[in-house]
């Protein structure tokens, strides 16, 4: 796991989320105003950028690999520190290539195409998993260091043909696909200039994700492995509607800032649309961690040894991740919508806010709060969550806030928010009697016959209200008569 999180770093940094906040927004506002020989160049150099930036940090990251491993992990020693330093040293490649995917990635979305870059890691995934068959040849006696070698490897592969099938696609949108290292350009110093920010910005992000191991390592024994089973699961509403809206918004967001037309407008109601988007599906997801929280682990962690005790415990960590949730989601979308105005540095100013609130949130709530309240330390690791979802409300509040006083009134309203709470709260009490009456099942049993009557129930409640979203989503599944 060290091995693979040092290229990983690589990988956050300079990747999607840092990328897509600069490049996307230059990029696609030349397309919108119909410069199209700009945007090819501009695209070109910044690949050419890029990869130069790239090559080096990985062939310094190849070479520096003994010093990382002390680093990240200075309790390994003997072959499993030789092991590891290997494997920084195949995957440190790999993730050089995931950095230019991301400007793949860009190109498409930035043309509205979104499918390849997002299907893409899926080969990726299936490189791996055949590089383990193929190498494991079905022997049980094959030892974890030839399984972590061809883990490696295949993430190499995975890596080259993540980029290999998005190729295609970029070479039909762009007129021509010649890297020239150039920052001549306006569009490429802007480029740079936004990017460095973000850069910062996903630094930060890794700090506070860094802060939270650290914290939970001062907890009882199970605290750090039951906080990595949780946010496995709280990352799913995040990426499935808070990353894919946000990376959906960019590129159009991005062309109405670059037409000068009416920008605050256009920029509100695309914004606003996108908030309801994003609350219709998080919400419910919100009050399902909260009062369900023990079906959805149950359904997927207990087997073996991951028993009922330990499913509780990642129900308890897994409700105070409930806490932040919305305002995390949100402010992806809050985020992107500064990107689109060429403007990286507001949000990087608001992340180290949340970062400073995770961490001065994070220690008392972890480990003081249990104690008062009477607790087993170990709910340290619940008290965690709840701190960084406090901390994403601050941020996403600042957010706002500067964001409404630069385009005007922005934000979903309260009357539709509480149709979304009442609806997820009905569908959690329906969900709970037919717990009850259904006694003790096999945990795949039980989420099968909780969360499908709640999603029913969540989106009919919601569609009697009125809300738009839920009608869409019913008129999009009846046939046509």
Known sequence: ????????????????????????????????????????????????????????????????????????????????????????????????????????????????????????????????????????????????????????????????????????????????????????????????????????????????IFVDELIATLLPAGAVAAMAYSQTLAILPVSLFGLSVSAAELPQMSRDAARGEEVDSQLRQRLDRGLRQIAFFVVPSAVAFATLGHVVAGAIYQTGEFTRTDTLYVWGILAGSAVGLLASTLGRLYASTYYALKDTRTPLRYAMVRLAGTVGLGFPFALLLPGLLGLDPKWGAAGLTVSAGIAGWIEFVLLRRTMNRRIGRTGISAEFQARLWAGAVLAAMAAWAILALAGARHPILLALVALIPYGLVYFGVTSMLGVPEAKALWSRERPPR
């Not at 490649?93 to 893409?120: I, T």
């Not at 998993?129 to 193929?134: F, G, R, Y």
């Not at 762009?174 to 802007?190: G, I």
Request: overall charge positive.
């Open 1 to 208: 796991m060290a091995a693979f999180r040092i290229p990983n770093l690589l990988q956050n940094l300079f990747g999607e989320g840092a990328l897509s906040a600069s490049f996307i927004p230059v990029y696609a506002g030349q397309l919108g105003r119909q410069d199209i020989r700009e945007a090819d160049r501009t695209a070109n150099a910044v690949l050419a950028l890029l990869g130069l930036v790239v090559a080096v940090v990985v062939l310094a990251g190849v070479l520096a690999a003994p010093l990382l491993v002390s680093a990240i992990a200075p309790g390994f020693t003997g072959d499993k520190r030789t092991l590891t330093i290997q494997l920084v040293r195949i995957l440190f490649p790999g993730a050089g290539l995931l950095v230019v995917s991301a400007w793949c990635l860009g190109v498409l979305n930035s043309h509205r195409k979104f499918f390849m870059s997002y299907a893409a890691p899926v080969v990726w995934n299936v490189a791996v998993i055949l590089a383990l068959v193929v190498w494991g040849g079905g022997s049980r006696s094959l030892t974890a260091g030839p399984l972590a070698t061809a883990a490696a490897w295949g993430s190499v592969v995975g890596s080259a043909l993540q980029v290999a099938v998005q190729l295609p696609q970029v070479f039909r949108l762009l007129r021509r696909l010649r890297p020239v290292f150039s920052t001549a350009s306006a569009s490429v110093q802007t480029v740079i200039r936004n990017f460095v920010p973000a850069f910062f910005s996903r630094g930060v992000v890794q700090i506070s």
